[in-house]
Nanobody, 126 residues
């Protein structure tokens, strides 16, 4: 059974930092990618970042580039997203997702992903 165990997130003031983590299990693939998506109320799900399992290549949306960093700890089989200089517009539910098709140019398309986590609330407010 595939599981994506997410943790982290919460409430932070503008300009602050938070970390999200995602520990995937239950599937086997030599070339998969893990992404973070977010969805704010009334808005479509948006791809935030994605990392390749084969070479740790990472991509980001323009809205978070330079502020968010995604990285892997292979020993813990966990990926993290460090979110810094956060803005109220970052407020959303954040989802971890896995695609078995690897990292590709259309990485931010939700339907490419086979498995999803339950989501973590992130709120940026003073």
């Amino acid at each position: 059974q595939v599981q994506l165990v997410e943790s982290g997130g919460g409430l932070v003031q503008p300009g602050g930092s938070l970390r999200l983590s995602c520990a995937p299990s239950g599937f086997t693939s030599d070339n998969y990618a893990i992404a973070w998506f977010r969805q704010a109320p009334g808005k479509e799900r948006e791809g935030v970042s994605c990392i390749s399992s084969s070479d740790d290549r990472t991509v980001y949306s323009n809205s978070v580039k330079g502020r968010f960093a995604m990285f892997r700890d292979n020993a813990k089989n966990t990926v993290y997203m460090e979110m810094t200089r956060m803005k109220p517009g970052d407020t959303a539910i954040y989802f971890c997702a896995v695609t078995l098709r690897g990292l590709a140019p259309r990485w931010s398309t939700p339907r490419r992903y086979n498995y999803w986590g339950q989501g973590r609330q992130v709120t940026v407010s003073s």
